[in-house]
């Protein structure tokens, strides 16, 4: 039993800029559906039982990047040189806590690897092989670069290429944005949010975008919002998107709603496509995207877990 | 001749946390002095012939680059294991253009990639071999690790570890928040930002702080203000330091120096040591810091050049 002031929700993401809607089978869109739900279930299992917000957001996060569809952590894309670099951050918005990583293959769960800079370093932000270098001396779980690898998306690569070297590249709104995420507001009140990629398809090796910059594609904060983005990062970075969703409600007290609406709706009118997933200490939930669509569900204490992918209703499941 | 309306104003930093005042030496706080005098008059001779805002906030930067006294590209510090590794930044207010590079070391003038980075590529962010290789491409200068040694700065690493085994850690305010940047507010108006370090002495390889992160220890907006940070990097990173100054200007309509001193007070009451130099469109000028000194100076349009360390008047070079 649990009250509206004292309950939970939980929103996760699984990019924005989905399959065409005419070239999305029923089949691919039912897995996207289960993938979605699944890591609504992993967050909402620990939320259900009093547990932490950045416990829940971490859970529902490492199901997304074990699931191949999602390009983080397993299914990964490839960069323009045919490596893997991976990003990820999380941040505790109950004390402003953050870990973040960039530039890594190796870790099966780069969000574990973020949730470790935050809890076992005394930094924020580690890349490269020193990142890697601190997930051995902390025992994080590596994967064979053979985890990572799958012909879907070394065809997505050379499909990229081939494109470039027509001078039509050909990088998808799905292979562009893909990222995942999860926001959570626990039953005692503390936000948290998680954010992880493979980054662009095809990208320059080195290149980082938002997914692991505090502010930019993540930011949780007790006082406003959880936030987690997903959109060219580029431009989330350039216009600091998830902090600006927090400034708007903290300084021009703005809602939850209006101030992601308008922060998305931003972005776009700058050539910024993408969105993102955001709750507030109200349990009020924000999910505005300005691509055709965006992977995304939510679960609420005691309702049914939601999933959608365009703008057509809800899935709703059992409890 | 100039207008109040359109003159410039250009302010440089080379630190939060100097040297304890009663340890500075008067030649050694001299030369302070000089190199940032050097500084202000690299970017005022652009600014003064009508030059761009990132023009000018680049020209500073590689003279603080250039200047081993400063932690930031040849008076860079050693990491834990005795390798260099530099971050930087820039950043554009007239359209929000920005570049960053992380954990470099061969670019004889970090800010130049990040240049480079916003101006020719398509990316915002790049670290590492990646940065390493675009900067090849691109034909920036690079310099032998040996134009980057210093036996001072190698001592103070030595220094610092010897304190490590003894567990009584020294990193002193110096060595701790040495950052170089630069803002400016050209007399069309724009705005524009450049931050460069070579981290904390001892840092852990892999470790970037707020340097290059948009937001963090950079920001600059044609609509609010420039801002350059300088200090414990996570803290700035935390709590989107840069970009709160920016947010309590544009949404909770506070001045320049309302909002950059609220964010460095903020920080200090969070255990976050530093400061920031801010200037805004209307010609305003910021420059608080919450440690014992901060190395700064600025000029302004038509006037003298100034320069301080701690507290105490500005020292006031000839035009």
Not at 46 to 51: K, M, N, S, T, Y
Not at 202 to 226: E, L
Request: glycine share 14%; charged share 20%.
């Amino acid at each position: 039993m649990t009250s509206t002031e004292t309950g939970f929700v939980l929103a996760v993401h699984g990019g924005a800029g989905t399959v065409p809607r005419v070239d999305a089978t029923a089949s691919l869109t039912a897995l996207h559906h289960t993938g979605l739900r699944r890591a609504l279930i992993a967050g909402r299992d620990i939320l259900a039982v009093g547990g932490r917000a950045i416990d829940a957001v971490t859970a529902a996060v490492v199901v997304l990047e074990d699931d191949p569809l999602f390009n983080a952590g397993r299914g990964s894309v490839f960069t323009a040189t045919g490596t893997q670099e991976m990003d990820a951050s999380v941040m505790d918005g109950s004390d402003h806590r953050a870990g973040a990583v960039a530039g890594i293959l190796g870790p099966r769960n780069p969000v574990l690897a973020a949730r470790a800079v935050m809890e076992r370093s005394n930094q924020v932000f580690l890349i490269g092989e020193g990142a890697l270098a601190f997930c051995r001396e902390q025992g994080i779980a590596f994967a064979e670069p053979s985890y990572f690898y799958s012909e879907k998306r070394w065809r997505e690569l050379q499909h990229e290429l081939a494109g470039r070297r027509r001078e039509m590249p050909i990088v998808t709104a799905e292979q562009g944005h893909g990222t995942v995420g999860a926001v959570a507001r626990d039953r005692h009140g503390n936000l948290a949010a998680a954010t992880s990629t493979g980054g662009m398809v095809g990208k320059t090796p080195g290149r980082v975008g938002d997914s692991p910059i505090i502010g930019a594609g993540i930011y949780a904060d007790n006082g406003t919002c959880a936030v987690s983005a997903t959109g060219h990062g580029e431009f989330f970075m350039r216009y600091g998107a998830a902090f600006e969703v927090a400034a708007r409600m903290r300084y021009a007290n703005q809602s939850l709603q209006l101030a992601a609406r308008s922060v998305v709706d931003g972005l776009a009118a700058m050539g910024g496509s993408g969105g993102l997933v955001a709750v507030d200490r109200t349990r009020a939930l924000a999910m505005p995207f300005n691509t055709a669509g965006m992977y995304r569900g939510y679960v609420q204490d005691g309702g049914a877990i939601h999933t959608a992918v365009y703008d057509e209703p809800y899935q709703a499941g059992p409890h």
